[in-house]
């Protein structure tokens, strides 16, 4: 199984104009923590492909954040199976999360639910969380409210779109395509296909449906008609906005219509594109000018060719989203414009694929999704339409777009400020589960190991001098090995606050002494550049503090963080005020910052240094035999090479 360390997000204003504060990264590990040990699950959480819930990749466990000046970066791992053996815990694994994610979701709505389900003609329906809490059967929404459904109600066209300004009247949207009805206190939702793989599993496509909803409120001459999801309905109050940050800009073309040449144009995608995408072809069709009763108007027509079946249908049947447009040559405008999905057997899908758009027919299941009809500015049109295609690239690269964001698929250009390195001051905040008593007094940890003939010793980096003496106070000297490197670089062992939570003012003990010590080993030239760790629990979770850099910064930062960073708190509840302190005392950096990616496994920050620098260990006396014998073989070894 292959692994790799990541950035999964950062506290940078990002392309949605949305900034994610540093106590938002830390409280996010913090509720995903606290909501597997109440479930009883392992850390983590399924890894999907392209946010899709369809399409699972692996495991991604979020470790902590990494904290420079420049910016915080909430850091962890994914695993990645690759055979089917690997596969399998994995599976189950996604299986349990879902389900326990679910039941945690819906739990504090199942009565209200239960009361608007017990007044409907429904039996078993499925409890269902995305925008809100709900459940979902045949025709549930539409049992309750038919006047939103039904044609005969005279607010539904034959194709089942609903008018929107209608139901705006009768609604109140909470988010794009999430619609409170109050008259029955339920949420109504825009239609499945509207999702990822056309399944209930994956978010509304929240871009075509706010770019709908604004094109249809700037021009109430313009008329709008959307397709609703007749079988969910949602209990109010648990709606909340959904967030995948992935970027899907709007693209910049030649607004003259008119001037497109006529026929059908293919365009294929690249292998980077179809893996993420699974849209093998998109198919364009302009067709020539033709006369109206009283204007000239091209019709236009697009539909995507898949490589895989959608898992929202059933059966192996390819969902495959359609538009089609009328572009009204005298006002150079767009007078009717529908978005679609044509679904096809694996047969007729087969055949599809052998055609060009024009010579294709009509071999699907045909589902309109929505409708326009009046005058529509090209801009409005694009916009929509693009957001309508959200993950499809060969919509804005046919229109001329000038690509950027997601649309480049391309190397990043190197750092103008050259290679990459560490910071001169950062900092690391781990959280996992904690899963050993806390430790009794303060303790130093043998975080250290050296295997040899079966045998294994574990010790514990302090430092030279004072810094030795100060983290020996805190070893158990029967048990522990000390290591003194004989470089002007420590990475000292990890050093465990007690009780659960631990008190602030041990925490203040050990990082006062530790900056002290610090500074002394700078004043007599034994020590440059040092990192270090404070571990702690605090409900139910191991707590790791971090720090590294140049030995004086290092000891500052330890001094401005004794009042500040309190152990008996969530880590959330003061990271922002130690990130503060941290800035203040960093100087800018010179150079990109290069993340310690081996944080994320070791779960501390290590400062690299000389392979071949000396060291010296002081051994417990039940370990001192073994080990000089090594030591001389090893000597013999180094004399010989």
Known sequence: MRNAEAIFVTDELNRQNMILPLGGLVTSIESHLAGCIKAGLPAGMPSHLAHDQCRPVGWSIPHGVYIAKDKARQVGQFWIPESDEEWAPIKALIAECRRSHVLAKTEPYLEALEKRLAALPVENATLWHGEATGAYAPNLAASLVPELFAPEGGLVDKDGLTDYAALLTRTRQIEPGVFHDARHDVLLFAHPYFRRSLSRRNSLNQYVLRRFDEAASNDPALRARLRLDPDLIGVPGSAQPVMELEYWGGPKFNDDLAKIPSGVSVHKSTEAERLYSRIDETHI?????????????????????????????????????????????????????????????????????????????????????????????????????????????????????????????????????????????????????????????????????????????????????????????????????????????????????????????????????????????????????????????????????????????????????????????????????????????????????????????????????????????????????????????????????
Request: aromatic fraction near 8%; proline fraction near 6%; glycine fraction near 6%.
């Open 285 to 641: 069709w302009w067709k020539p000018s033709e006369d109206r009763a009283d204007h000239a108007v091209r019709t236009f027509e697009v539909e995507e060719l898949l490589d895989a079946p959608s898992p929202g249908l059933d059966g192996d049947r390819y969902g495959c989203r359609y538009a089609h447009a009328e572009f009204h040559l005298g006002e150079a405008s767009i007078s009717h414009f529908d978005g679609a999905i044509r679904a096809y057997e694996t047969e007729a899908f087969l055949e599809r694929r052998e055609q060009r758009i024009h010579r294709a027919g009509k071999r699907s299941d045909y589902t309109k999704l929505f409708r326009f009809d009046g005058t529509i500015p090209t801009p409005t049109w694009k916009s929509v339409l693009t957001a309508f295609y959200r993950g499809n690239h060969l919509i804005p690269e046919y229109l001329g777009a000038e690509l950027e964001g997601e649309f480049v698929l391309a190397e990043a250009e190197p750092d103008p400020r050259g290679e990459a390195r560490l910071p001169d001051i950062s900092a690391y905040i781990g959280l996992d589960i904690a899963t050993d008593a806390p430790a009794s007094a303060v303790a130093l940890i043998a975080d250290q190991r050296w295997k040899r003939d079966g045998r294994e010793l574990t010790f514990a980096e302090t430092g030279e001098g004072q810094l030795a003496a100060t983290m020996g106070n805190w070893a158990d000297r029967t048990k522990t090995a000390l290591f003194s490197p004989g470089s002007t670089t420590a990475n000292l062992a990890r050093i465990a606050l007690p009780g659960a939570p631990a008190l602030a003012s041990d925490w203040a003990q050990v990082a006062a002494a530790l900056a002290g010590a610090i500074d002394a080993e700078v004043e007599a030239a034994r020590l440059e550049r040092v990192s270090l760790a404070v571990v702690w629990q605090h409900d139910g979770l191991a707590v790791t503090l971090s720090i590294a850099g140049e030995a004086p910064l290092v000891a500052a930062l330890l001094r401005a963080a004794v009042p500040v960073v309190d152990p008996g708190k969530a880590a959330s509840d003061w990271a922002e005020a130690f990130r503060d302190a941290l800035v203040a005392i960093a100087p800018d950096p010179d150079v990109a910052v290069a993340w310690p990616s081996e944080v994320v496994s070791l779960g501390k920050i290590v400062l690299p240094r000389p392979a071949n620098f000396h060291f010296q260990m002081r051994i417990p006396e039940d370990e001192q035999e073994w080990m000089d014998a090594m030591l001389t073989e090893q000597t013999k070894v180094d004399e010989a090479l």
